[in-house]
T-cell receptor
Framework: DGGITQSPKYLFRKEGQNVTLSCEQN?????MYWYRQDPGQGLRLIYY???????QKGDIAEGYSVSREKKESFPLTVTSAQKNPTAFYLC????????????FGPGTRLTVL | QKEVEQDPGPLSVPEGAIVSLNCTYS??????FMWYRQYSRKGPELLMY????GNKEDGRFTAQVDKSSKYISLFIRDSQPSDSATYLC???????????FGTGTSLTVIP
């Protein structure tokens, strides 16, 4: 089955701790994205990567970091510098200039205790 | 001004009604247009995808793009309670680049 997987589905973190969210895709897509979704605010772009070993900041990158060492994987680290990390995090991927579009993973719900 | 504007609703309709969801945008460079359906606490699911002006039909769903007016619509015919979800419009200049999303419209179809 081709698709995007995110793990874990639910994640709890104590204040002051860094935490890493996993995102893997087997669609052979070049581009990958991380979004944050809060009630009433729609999707906000955190980071995106169009190619391995390269990524760009989105609208709300502060307090987050990413890596893109493999085409299939785009992990997101939520650092202790992120002041309000409790949210629903969505990973997506798309081909680069292809005829297909962007697809989403099932999401990770992060709660800071 | 936001790149993409979408009425957040909420929208409530009786079962069997025709639903019209709309988005406007400001960037004339957008070429690819999408509609996603999102159930509560799930990832958005791609419903419709088009890269030209005009209508595209898929079952009960019709996507309409008017590039001259910078306006896109999603029509749902014979709406069902299972259509109750949040609908997000999205668009991009080219795939692989940044995608721009509306804030989503919450739809409830009442049996």
């Amino acid at each position: 089955d081709g698709g995007i997987t995110q793990s874990p589905k639910y994640l709890f973190r104590k204040e002051g701790q860094n935490v890493t969210l996993s995102c893997e895709q087997n669609l052979n897509h070049d581009a990958m994205y991380w979004y944050r979704q809060d009630p009433g605010q729609g999707l906000r772009l955190i980071y995106y990567s169009q190619i391995v070993n390269d990524f760009q900041k989105g609208d709300i990158a502060e307090g987050y970091s990413v890596s893109r060492e493999k085409k299939e994987s785009f992990p997101l680290t939520v650092t202790s510098a992120q002041k309000n990390p409790t949210a629903f995090y969505l990973c997506a991927s798309s081909p680069d200039r292809g005829t297909d579009t962007q697809y989403f993973g099932p999401g990770t719900r992060l709660t800071v205790l | 001004q936001k790149e993409v504007e979408q009425d957040p609703g909420p929208l409530s309709v009786p079962e069997g009604a025709i639903v019209s969801l709309n988005c406007t945008y400001s960037n004339s460079a957008f070429q690819y247009f999408m509609w996603y359906r999102q159930y509560s606490r799930k990832g958005p699911e791609l419903l419709m995808y088009t890269y030209s002006s005009g209508n595209k039909e898929d079952g009960r769903f019709t996507a309409q793009v008017d590039k001259s007016s910078k306006y896109i619509s999603l029509f749902i015919r014979d709406s069902q309670p299972s259509d109750s979800a949040t609908y997000l419009c999205a668009m991009t200049i080219y795939t692989g680049n940044q995608f721009y999303f509306g804030t989503g419209t919450s739809l409830t179809v009442i049996p």
